[in-house]
Each structure stands twice: as C-alpha cells, then as structure tokens.
C-alpha cells in the first residue's frame, strides 16, 4: 500500500511538473506597440508566423498616443500589477526608463546567445546603449531623408541634386540659391510653388545636426542649445520663412505631394505618401554644411522590461524580429524604417524600386542611416518631455520671426539646463 502511494504521488509530482511546463511554454508573450491599421497587420502576422515557428503565443497590446501615450500604458499597466514583457518600436528615449531600472540590459542574453551583431548596422546598434550597456535591439532606423521633385528641377533649368553624400557643391547656400530658383509667383506676386515644401525637420529635435550642431552632451548633462552650430540651424528656418521667402510654415508633406514644394525633407515613414502623389521625385543627399553632412535618424526597436514575467519569451521574439531575415524586412518596412539587418539592405532597395515604379536611389537613404547619421541623445534624458514643451515654444518664436533664433534660445538655456543637472544620470 505505502509502495501504491508512494509511486501515487510521484505520479501526481511528475504531473504537476509536466504541466506547469507546458503552461509555462504555453504563457504568451505580452507585447506592447504603437502603429496604425496597416501596420499592425504586418506585425501580427510576422509575430503569428514566429509562434508557428517557435509554439510561443503573442499578445500584441496597442496603444495610442504615440511614443509618450505607449510609456504612460506601459507605466500604468505595470503599477497595476499586469506587467508586459516587451515594448516595441522604441527609439531613443528609452533612456529615461533604463536610468530608472524599467530596463532589462541585454548584454548576457546576447553573450548567451553568441547572438551576432556585427550583423546589424553598428551606429543603429551603438545608438540603443546607455553607459556602455545594450538596453534595445533594434529592427531598423527611421530617417529623416531628403527629396525633390524632378519635374519643378527640369522646368527651372536646374541640375539635379548629386546622387552622393559629401560632394563639393552641394553646399547648404547651393540649398538656398536653388530653393530661390525654384519658387515661382503668380502675377500678383503670390508664391504657387515653394523652392522647400515645408520644415525639413522632425520637430526642433532634428533640427541641429546639419549643421554640426547637437543639443545636449552625450552624458546628458549639459545643454548645447547655444553654440554657434544650433541658433544657426534654427536662425536658418526663420530665414527661409521671412527673408529669402522660399519656404512656408507648415505642410511640408501635404505641399511637396501636391506639387507645391520642390525639395522637401521627410521621414522614411512618408514613403507611401510621395508613392500615392502624381509627382516624380527621387532621393537626394542632405547638403554640407560643414566638411562631413550628416542629418538626424531614429534607431528604432524594442526592449524587455525588467518586470517580466516571460523573460525567456520575451527574448525569444526579440531575436526572430531582430535576425530572422524575413521578419525583419516585412516588420521594418511596415514600419517606415531601414532594417538594421545589414542582410536586408539590398531587398529594401529592390522593394522601395519595384513599388515605385521607376529608378530612384535609395541608395541615398541607406547611406544616410550607415554613415551620415546623427543621433538625438537629448530623447535619452528623463526630462525630455519638459524640455520639449520648453522648445517647442522657443523654436515658434524663431520660426515665426518673433524673436532672433539667439534671443529664443538663450531665453530658455538656464532653465534647461537646470532640467538636465536635476534628472542627469
């Protein structure tokens, strides 16, 4: 009887074991992202083709809001006892949350692994650390690229913009005096087509980088707002606007669609939009402002949280979106982004040429996220948010020629700089 039992409750143990395995393999990775309608589509199903492969379900949980209403779900929803396990499309300012311990640095899973990132475009993967620490894989890069409309090109006689970065004409004034050249007024002297469509920025955020400008010290405590570099990248919005008169205030996408504007700066994720317009353009480098051009990207990808409960998971769909080829490709350009995996690049080239429909070279856009990128460090500080406000207000001033883009800045550099020492690392 004592052997009937004993063997009894071994049964049971080995049942319970058994079980408590399969509910763990079973237990979903709780995935948390922002994006529209047809993006997730294409996240669902790259994520649903990585459970076929690997038995590991997904919840997808959205939010909205962007980038601050993502982290005040994620926030939220770990106060309240229900953590994820995984934040997506992440850029940057994942530093505000690795400087308060919400991070789970990925440094041993990598090593553990023998994971490869020589594979991944090094400034993308360089940009998702935090001192000296990999907090984020990434699946790509947005960037900030520049276009132009042939067409508007061809009728005022111009060449077209070089095909490679850091040509010795293509200047920051050959920008301008092309920009002048290629505005056109009616008879009553109205402008019908702007030489630049609109800002060629990403807010203030961008701003600085052309020029060889940043906005703060890469240990984020000290604010660079006033050197020479930043008051002259946004002293040359305002003068775009009020003296040369070649760019309006607002409607750069809406603008350079419609034929309104003949070079234009856009984000990658405005691709479909200058596909779906009647317009021919093609890429074009930034201009040189200085020896080297170089213009802002956004590393983008997704980190575990330190409260997961699926760590194993967690990591587990990290790595397919980061290395399988095929889920990488279809995730970032869903995206509107450059795949980090180096592998990709030529497929993302042969995709953008085949929907377009027509030689383009986006070739240029790929040289901008490998070579010519700069990174917005200041997104890392935990004051960001408060900082944006601040800037947001300042930068209106100057580009609506309130204020000098000096006056503006120096107004607000005391305050920021405060900011900064009070949440620096």
Same mark, same amino acid.
């Given at each position: 009887?004592?052997?009937?039992?004993?063997?009894?409750?071994?049964?049971?143990?080995?049942?319970?074991?058994?079980?408590?395995?399969?509910?763990?393999?079973?237990?979903?990775?709780?995935?948390?992202?922002?994006?529209?309608?047809?993006?997730?589509?294409?996240?669902?199903?790259?994520?649903?083709?990585?459970?076929?492969?690997?038995?590991?379900?997904?919840?997808?949980?959205?939010?909205?809001?962007?980038?601050?209403?993502?982290?005040?779900?994620?926030?939220?929803?770990?106060?309240?006892?229900?953590?994820?396990?995984?934040?997506?499309?992440?850029?940057?300012?994942?530093?505000?949350?690795?400087?308060?311990?919400?991070?789970?640095?990925?440094?041993?899973?990598?090593?553990?692994?023998?994971?490869?990132?020589?594979?991944?475009?090094?400034?993308?993967?360089?940009?998702?650390?935090?001192?000296?620490?990999?907090?984020?894989?990434?699946?790509?890069?947005?960037?900030?690229?520049?276009?132009?409309?042939?067409?508007?090109?061809?009728?005022?006689?111009?060449?077209?913009?070089?095909?490679?970065?850091?040509?010795?004409?293509?200047?920051?004034?050959?920008?301008?005096?092309?920009?002048?050249?290629?505005?056109?007024?009616?008879?009553?002297?109205?402008?019908?087509?702007?030489?630049?469509?609109?800002?060629?920025?990403?807010?203030?955020?961008?701003?600085?980088?052309?020029?060889?400008?940043?906005?703060?010290?890469?240990?984020?405590?000290?604010?660079?707002?006033?050197?020479?570099?930043?008051?002259?990248?946004?002293?040359?919005?305002?003068?775009?606007?009020?003296?040369?008169?070649?760019?309006?205030?607002?409607?750069?996408?809406?603008?350079?669609?419609?034929?309104?504007?003949?070079?234009?700066?856009?984000?990658?994720?405005?691709?479909?939009?200058?596909?779906? /317009?009647?317009?021919?353009?093609?890429?074009?480098?930034?201009?040189?402002?200085?020896?080297?051009?170089?213009?802002?990207?956004?590393?983008?990808?997704?980190?575990?949280?330190?409260? /997961?409960?699926?760590?194993?998971?967690?990591?587990?769909?990290?790595?397919?979106?980061?290395?399988?080829?095929?889920?990488?490709?279809?995730?970032?350009?869903?995206?509107?982004?450059?795949?980090?995996?180096?592998?990709?690049?030529?497929?993302?080239?042969?995709?953008? $040429?085949?929907?377009?429909?027509?030689?383009?070279?986006?070739?240029?856009?790929?040289? $901008?996220?490998?070579?010519?990128?700069?990174?917005?460090?200041?997104?890392?500080?935990?004051?960001?948010?408060?900082?944006?406000?601040?800037?947001?207000?300042?930068?209106?001033?100057?580009?609506?020629?309130?204020?000098?883009?000096?006056?503006?800045?120096?107004?607000?550099?005391?305050?920021?700089?405060?900011?900064?020492?009070?949440?620096?690392?």
């Amino acid at each position: 009887m004592k052997k009937f039992v004993s063997l009894s409750v071994a049964a049971l143990l080995m049942w319970l074991a058994l079980s408590a395995a399969v509910a763990a393999a079973a237990k979903p990775v709780q995935y948390v992202v922002h994006g529209n309608d047809l993006q997730l589509s294409v996240y669902r199903q790259v994520v649903a083709e990585f459970t076929a492969a690997t038995g590991i379900p997904v919840e997808i949980i959205t939010t909205t809001g962007g980038q601050k209403g993502k982290w005040e779900k994620v926030l939220t929803l770990i106060a309240g006892g229900v953590s994820p396990d995984v934040v997506g499309g992440v850029s940057t300012e994942f530093g505000e949350f690795a400087i308060k311990g919400l991070l789970l640095p990925l440094d041993e899973m990598i090593k553990k692994e023998n994971a490869n990132i020589n594979r991944l475009i090094p400034p993308v993967v360089e940009a998702l650390q935090f001192q000296g620490r990999q907090y984020l894989l990434p699946y790509g890069a947005s960037v900030l690229t520049m276009v132009y409309n042939i067409h508007h090109f061809d009728r005022a006689g111009l060449a077209y913009p070089p095909k490679q970065w850091n040509t010795a004409e293509w200047t920051y004034d050959a920008f301008v005096q092309n920009a002048k050249k290629l505005t056109v007024r009616d008879s009553d002297g109205r402008i019908t087509q702007y030489g630049v469509a609109g800002y060629f920025w990403d807010s203030w955020i961008t701003l600085p980088y052309p020029w060889g400008g940043r906005w703060v010290s890469d240990d984020l405590r000290t604010f660079l707002g006033t050197s020479e570099e930043a008051i002259a990248s946004l002293q040359a919005f305002q003068d775009l606007i009020h003296q040369h008169q070649v760019m309006p205030t607002a409607g750069a996408v809406a603008n350079f669609t419609a034929g309104k504007g003949a070079m234009a700066g856009l984000g990658t994720w405005n691709i479909l939009s200058l596909i779906d /317009s009647n317009e021919e353009w093609d890429f074009m480098p930034w201009f040189r402002v200085k020896e080297t051009a170089q213009a802002a990207i956004n590393p983008i990808g997704y980190c575990i949280l330190n409260t /997961s409960t699926n760590l194993e998971g967690a990591w587990e769909l990290v790595k397919w979106i980061t290395w399988n080829k095929k889920a990488n490709l279809e995730y970032a350009i869903a995206a509107g982004a450059i795949p980090a995996l180096l592998d990709n690049l030529p497929e993302w080239r042969s995709h953008w $040429q085949k929907v377009i429909g027509r030689p383009v070279t986006p070739d240029i856009v790929i040289q $901008q996220a490998a070579v010519h990128g700069a990174i917005i460090q200041i997104r890392k500080s935990p004051a960001f948010w408060t900082i944006n406000d601040i800037m947001n207000t300042a930068a209106t001033q100057a580009i609506y020629n309130r204020k000098s883009a000096r006056t503006a800045l120096m107004e607000v550099a005391d305050v920021i700089q405060e900011l900064l020492r009070q949440t620096a690392p």
